[in-house]
């Protein structure tokens, strides 16, 4: 099963660039896509963004313009570049992957979280 490992939560000023990484880990499956959720407390867990396959991405409204998603196929690992984060941004992020395993149907899998404070 594979593994996302998340890292660059932390704490950030209001305007300040953030970046996240998540790095998948032990069996590898073939990837549909990747994204970006968060969850604030209270709330439920909603889109920030995600990356198909093909390198074709979708944001959030409250995303776009704001952050960007990419990934290095490489090294299996998709980021999160957060530029003008606001304190309502505030949340833990998690990763989330898709793919089609070698026996066939279809996976979804979950990072742990990393939480990211902004601060006004």
């Known amino acids: 099963q594979v593994q996302l490992v998340e890292s660059g939560g932390g704490l950030v000023q209001a305007g300040e660039s953030l970046g996240l990484s998540c790095a998948a880990s032990?069996?590898?499956?073939?990837?549909?896509?990747m994204g970006w959720y968060r969850q604030a407390p209270g709330k439920q867990r909603e889109l920030v963004a995600v990356i198909n396959s093909g390198g074709s991405t979708n944001y959030a409204d409250s995303a776009k313009g704001r952050f960007t998603i990419s990934r290095d196929n490489a090294k299996k690992t998709v980021y999160l570049q957060m530029n003008s984060p606001k304190p309502e941004d505030t949340a833990v992020y998690y990763c989330?992957?898709?793919?089609?395993?070698?026996?066939?149907?279809?996976?979804?899998?979950w990072g742990q979280g990393t939480l990211v404070t902004v601060s006004s």
């Open positions: 032990g069996s590898i499956f073939s990837i549909k896509a």
């Open positions: 989330n992957a898709v793919g089609v395993p070698g026996s066939g149907g279809l996976v979804e899998v």
